[in-house]
Every structure is written in structure tokens, then in C-alpha cells.
């Protein structure tokens, strides 16, 4: 199976700065991934996707990076805003026969300081 | 609809009490899921339908829970004789995909129903 981890459950960054979240994922055969922000008494909300044929994907403000070697997927938040503020998760597809599910990581808290 | 929707937002329960909770995906989504978070956890996995059949439910706690989407589009996540630790938010989410491979697995989240079973 699959799972999803993340190496820091808080990261505190200042207003204007940018803002590096990291997701490890064990299975080397996924090849979907999506990030997530989710603000309190919310639903997850998608931010960005990235499909395991690229390395890096770009939207407006976020970045992901992933790094298949290392099975291994960040997400960049150019310029953070206090609007930023949330808990964003990594979530990885799994997929098979008779399976078709995401798997999410515990989450990193991202706290952003005026 | 525009997004998915979740209904009720708040449910109190007494133990051993039955529950229901209602999802609407996005219109024309094939694939809907069901997620129970728990607080500051990630989403976990519960049961997966490809239109109206329940392709995977590996997630399900118990034999307590139980899910339907009987036309392919509406589902209810049912849970009889609730206890203490069924308290979380229950989370669905929809595709228009519907397995790897498809090219629009992007999934979309309602608000939640969040659970509390005194």
C-alpha cells in the first residue's frame, strides 16, 4: 500500500517570504498527486496537481516539485500571504484493480507571520 | 451544483443512536468518495463508488458503516449504533474520473459533516 508523510507538522514563515511544504509517498508506481490547502471548518481545497511524467509543475504563486528518485514531492508558495494560512496536505493516487483511492499525509500547519 | 455539498453541516448524536449523512457530487462526477477526518489528521479513506457501484470499501471501520449511491449520483454515508470514536468530520469528494489512467482524477471536496457522539 501506499503511505504519506510530511517532515514538518508546523512551519511559521514571514509575510512576503516564500514557503517550501514537503511530502514523502512510498510506493515508486504512483504517478498522480495532488496538494491541498485546507482552513479550519473547511473542506480540502485543491491548490495544484502534477502527473509523475513531469518534475516540476507551476500555478499561480505554487510550485511542485516532484522528485521521483527520492519518491519525494514539495510544494513552493511564492510571496506568502497571511491568506496562506492553513493546513496543506500532499494526497497520492493509488490505483489498481478494484482500488482507486488518495492517500493524504497528516498535514503541515502553515503559519504566517505579519 | 457548483461544488460538492454536504448535508448536515453539524450532527450530535447520542451513543447508539443511528446517523445519516448526505452527499451531492458534481454534477456528471463518476467517482465518489467518502474520507473521515479526525482532528489534526490527514483525510482517511472509507469507501470509493464508480457511479453507483461500490467499487471499494476496505475503509470502513465496522460493519456499522454503511454507504450508498443507489443512482449514481446522490450518496449517504449511514452509521448505526454510533460510539464515541465515530466523532470526526466526514468528508466526501468527487471526480469526473474514474481510475488511473483517466485523465481528470482531480478531486473535489465538500465542506464535511462534522460528527459528535456524546
Known amino acids: 500500500g501506499e503511505s504519506v508523510g510530511l517532515h514538518l507538522p508546523t512551519l511559521s514563515v514571514q509575510e512576503g517570504d516564500n514557503s517550501i511544504i514537503n511530502c514523502a509517498y512510498s510506493?515508486?508506481?504512483?504517478?498522480?498527486f495532488i496538494w491541498y490547502k485546507q482552513e479550519s471548518g473547511k473542506g480540502p481545497q485543491f491548490i495544484i496537481d502534477i502527473r509523475s511524467n513531469m518534475d516540476k509543475r507551476q500555478g499561480q504563486r505554487v510550485t511542485v516539485l516532484l522528485n521521483k528518485t527520492v519518491k519525494h514531492l514539495s510544494l513552493q508558495i511564492a510571496a506568502t500571504q497571511p491568506g496562506d494560512s492553513a493546513v496543506y496536505f500532499c494526497a497520492v493516487l493509488q490505483g489498481g484493480p478494484g482500488t482507486y483511492k488518495y492517500i493524504f499525509g497528516t498535514g503541515t500547519r502553515l503559519k504566517v507571520l505579519a | 451544483g457548483a461544488g460538492v455539498s454536504q448535508s448536515p453541516r453539524y450532527k450530535v448524536a447520542k451513543r447508539g443512536q443511528d446517523v445519516a449523512l448526505r452527499c451531492d457530487p458534481i454534477?456528471?462526477?463518476?467517482?465518489l468518495f467518502w474520507y473521515q477526518q479526525a482532528l489534526g489528521q490527514g483525510p482517511e479513506f472509507l469507501t470509493y463508488?464508480?457511479?453507483?457501484?461500490?467499487l471499494d470499501k476496505s475503509g470502513l471501520p465496522s460493519d456499522r458503516f454503511f454507504a450508498e449511491r443507489p443512482e449514481g449520483s446522490v450518496s449517504t454515508l449511514k452509521i448505526q449504533r454510533t460510539q464515541q470514536e465515530d466523532s470526526a468530520v466526514y468528508l466526501c469528494?468527487?471526480?469526473?474520473?474514474w481510475g488511473q489512467g483517466s485523465t481528470n482524477e482531480k478531486l473535489f471536496f465538500g465542506s464535511g459533516t462534522q460528527l459528535s457522539v456524546l
Open positions: 463508488f464508480q457511479n453507483e457501484a461500490q
Open positions: 454534477s456528471g462526477h463518476v467517482s
Open positions: 469528494a468527487s471526480s469526473l474520473g
Open positions: 510506493n515508486s508506481a504512483s504517478d498522480y
